[in-house]
């Protein structure tokens, strides 16, 4: 849940918006966005970098192409740049989401935590079913050792997506915080009952059992982390 959607534009498409456009710029913006996308892709971030810059200094009020170029900016670490394009894609277009998110993301690595904690409470104003934001809120809330609103953010994103594994996976590590093994171990089963394959919760909760003196069961768990 941590990397950014690349090259991706408010409707969900990689193709940035050309209205007004004439038929022959719109194709040479959408091969430039293409081109970056698959920099991006290969890790050719230099080279995304510039395809971009270009794709902006075709149409400057292109909220698409601000935002993909501050997700290269975010591939390289460039955080300050990163976030200077995204909250310019969000002043193109206040309801770009992907944008909000992104914005978000790159607050939060940069080591910006308050600011990234009002992002990411501006994007669940714009849209309430917006279930990553939750759970960065509750990781965020987590880091603060404010546990009580990082359990209430997780509860609310899988009150959305009840097939929310990892929030499920969070949610059993503040109980765990908080001392409350019998609900860390029923969150963790949960997360495992939707994906089986994922280790992460086994682990944990093969830890559970060990406080708990079931080391058989422990056991077990642990084998079934490492398959």
């Known amino acids: 849940e941590s990397s950014l959607p690349a090259a991706e534009k408010n409707s969900g498409s990689a193709t940035p918006a050309t209205s007004g456009a004439s038929s022959a710029n719109s194709n040479e913006r959408q091969t430039l966005n293409q081109q970056g996308s698959r920099q991006l892709e290969e890790g050719r971030v230099e080279e995304a970098i510039a395809t971009f810059t270009q794709l902006v200094n075709t149409k400057k009020d292109d909220a698409a192409a601000y935002h993909n170029l501050g997700v290269a900016y975010n591939q390289k670490k460039d955080y300050a740049n990163a976030i200077i394009q995204f909250k310019k894609a969000i002043e193109l ?135």
């Open 93 to 227: 277009n206040p309801k770009f989401e992907t944008a909000y998110y992104s914005l978000g993301m790159t607050q939060e690595e940069s080591g910006s935590k308050q600011e990234a904690m009002e992002t990411f409470k501006q994007l669940l104003q714009l849209n309430p079913q917006e279930k990553r934001a939750l759970l960065r809120i509750g990781i965020l809330y987590d880091a603060q050792n404010k546990y009580p609103e990082a359990i209430e953010a997780y509860q609310k994103a899988v009150v959305i997506d009840p097939n929310y594994y990892t929030a499920y996976f969070n949610l059993g590590n503040t109980y765990l915080q908080q001392k409350n093994t019998g609900k860390a171990i029923e969150s963790y089963e949960k997360a495992i009952a939707i994906k089986p394959d994922y280790a992460n919760p086994y682990v944990n909760l093969a830890h559970c059992y060990m406080d708990k003196g079931n080391h058989a069961k422990a056991q077990e768990l642990f084998k079934k982390a490492m398959q």
